[in-house]
């Protein structure tokens, strides 16, 4: 029972909204009140110039005594500038290549790679459109309907998909979890937001300037937000003018958070049984006083130009030793401007 906890707290706490609740918030000021010390972060692109990027996500499983890899999925994407006006860019964000590979040695592991082919073929060559100001922040999704309607679509899909794994049509037998019926409460603006992470990545803080130097920021427990603790770190180079800036913070989810996240997958189980079972070990192994702890991290590498060389972002989310590690990192592969 404790396995079947802890494959909760992955799936629910921390791939949810608490994590959303935890993100890094670095202290920022407007670009248009610079100072001396102070480094923007703006994007200077002509038309035509075209950017291509690698991208990897990976996912790490730890226990008190280990720590293993569960995934990686690569994607490799082209970033072109339509429009360059006084006013903003017109940008294609198209996808070119995706691949995946598992260290871990399962069954679940060999069926996420055949998922990420299958759905490979759908993804490859799709372009998003998109505008941003005149500081590269973005705007506006052109294609939005059209975006989203292929998320929800890849959603489908994948569950679809999941049914094929024998683990999983077991567990369904077993304890009568309908995946479909749970995924029609999914919020379908978070399925667009996931689709588009990557590329929010590379724009995250075009528009914003920085303190150049070392921060720390302390954020009282809202109705929104976890109290958390954020340490912004900005650096540029004082003879390329390359900038980075790095943001981390630590969060502390309280006890009744994290079984009020959780208590919203306990209701779905069909299974009296299995949800009582389930709601008694919740009590068991989250009655202590340190709740969850959700670590995230967002740091990324400019060009004087504003280009984005590298990004990092990455939220550790644990819950008495257990927990796991979601990674993505962004690398310039090509660039013609």
């Known amino acids: 029972m404790r396995n079947i906890l802890l494959t909760l707290v992955c799936a629910t706490l921390f791939v949810g909204g608490v994590v959303s609740r935890a993100q890094a918030r670095p202290q920022q000021e407007n670009v248009d009140e610079l100072q ?3 480094v923007s972060v703006v994007a200077y692109f002509s038309k035509n110039d075209t950017l291509v990027y690698w991208i990897d996500n990976s996912r790490w499983k730890f226990t008190p005594t280990d720590t293993v890899q569960t995934g990686l999925v690569s994607a490799k994407v082209r970033l072109t500038v339509v429009d360059s006006t006084a006013t903003g860019y017109k940008m294609d964000y ?28 759908k993804i490859v060559g799709n372009t998003i459109s998109f505008e941003t100001d005149e500081f590269g922040a973005i705007t506006k999704i052109n294609n939005f309907d059209k975006v989203k309607q292929h998320a ?33 409460n999914i919020d379908t603006d978070k399925l667009v937001d996931s689709y588009l992470e990557e590329l929010k990545l590379l724009f ?5 300037a920085f303190a150049i130097g070392q921060s720390h920021g302390h954020q009282d427990a809202t109705n929104e937000n ?17 900038y980075s800036v790095e943001v981390e913070a630590f969060s502390l989810i309280p006890r ?39 670590e995230s991290l967002y740091s990324i590498d400019c060009l004087a130009n504003g280009c984005p060389l590298g990004v990092v972002s990455q939220t550790v989310s644990s819950i008495n030793g257990y927990g796991q590690i979601k990674q993505t990192t962004i690398n310039l592969d090509y660039a013609n401007y």
């Open 36 to 38: 001396d010390s102070t």
């Open 256 to 294: 009744e958070g994290v079984k009020e996240v959780l208590g919203y997958f306990i209701e779905e189980l069909k299974n009296d049984h299995l949800r009582n079972a389930v709601g008694h070990e919740l009590d068991n192994h989250i009655n202590f006083d340190a709740g969850a702890i959700i």
């Open 152 to 184: 929800k679509t890849l959603f489908s899909e994948g569950i679809d998909e999941m049914y094929k794994v024998p683990e999983i049509a077991k567990l369904k037998d077993e304890t009568n979890i309908d995946l479909k019926a749970m995924a029609k």
């Open 204 to 208: 995250a803080y075009h528009g914003l």
């Open 226 to 242: 976890y109290e958390n603790d954020t340490y912004t770190t900005v650096t540029v180079d004082p003879e390329s003018y390359n």
């Open 94 to 121: 198209t996808f070119l290549e995706i691949k995946s590979d598992s260290v871990e040695n399962s069954s679940l592991s060999k069926f996420q790679n055949a998922v990420t082919e299958k759905l490979e073929q």
